[in-house]
């Protein structure tokens, strides 16, 4: 490595430490930024997060769920299996700063991939969301009419499974999300 290159790899990163990381985050992730208490959170694309727990400060990131962080290169590297200095040209591109590499075919292929796959987690995340609202509607529904129904006793029955259902929806992996769904169990409460 020549020090030119040395010498360009660090103004690639110089150039994009000056882009503002809630730019890069909000670009890159596939969850929204929320300000809560006078900072910037998201959900962690890292590990299963139920509630924000990467908080943004200056130009650093940190997880307080997995304890992941860094600034916006690590970001985008470690979300998309990217070496750093590839990251860095990345992001200086799609920031519209003239960068002389971009990135291989396969890289970018890769970051497709990666994108792809965020827009169906986060699609999917969309879906069990309105399930498990219309279920708890569902539900108090139920518990509305449970002294007017014939045998309340197997109405409370009832109504511990739906409670189960929504444990899963709301706190169970994708495997469990799945099986419940393919089972057809939410059918009968759902009218589907």
């Known amino acids: 490595m020549s020090i030119n290159s040395i010498s360009h790899n660090l103004d690639i990163f110089e150039t994009i430490k000056q882009i503002p990381i809630e730019g890069i985050i909000e670009r890159y992730s596939p969850n929204p930024l929320i300000n809560k ?19 943004l400060r200056g130009q650093r990131w940190r997880c307080f769920g997995c304890g992941a962080s860094g600034d916006g290169a690590d ?5 998309y299996g990217l070496p750093l200095i590839d990251t860095a040209k990345a992001i200086a591109n799609d920031f519209g700063f003239n960068c002389d590499q971009p990135l291989t075919i396969e890289q970018k292929q890769r970051i497709q991939a990666r994108y792809r796959k965020q827009k169906l987690e986060k699609l999917w995340r969309q879906q069990i969301f309105t399930i498990s609202r219309n279920l ?10 449970l002294d007017k129904l014939p045998n309340p006793e197997a ?5 511990e499974l739906i409670d189960q259902a929504l444990n899963v929806l709301d706190f169970g992996t994708l495997e469990e999300q799945l099986k419940l769904i393919e089972s057809g169990t939410l059918g009968r409460w759902l009218h589907e």
Do not use: I, M, Q, Y
């Open 136 to 145: 708890a509607e569902a539900r108090r529904a139920l518990l509305l009419n």
């Open 75 to 79: 970001f985008v590297a470690k979300l």
């Open 37 to 55: 208490g006078g900072k910037l959170w998201t959900l962690c694309p890292f590990h299963e997060d139920r509630n924000p727990s990467l908080s």
């Open 155 to 159: 109405k409370a029955f009832t109504v």
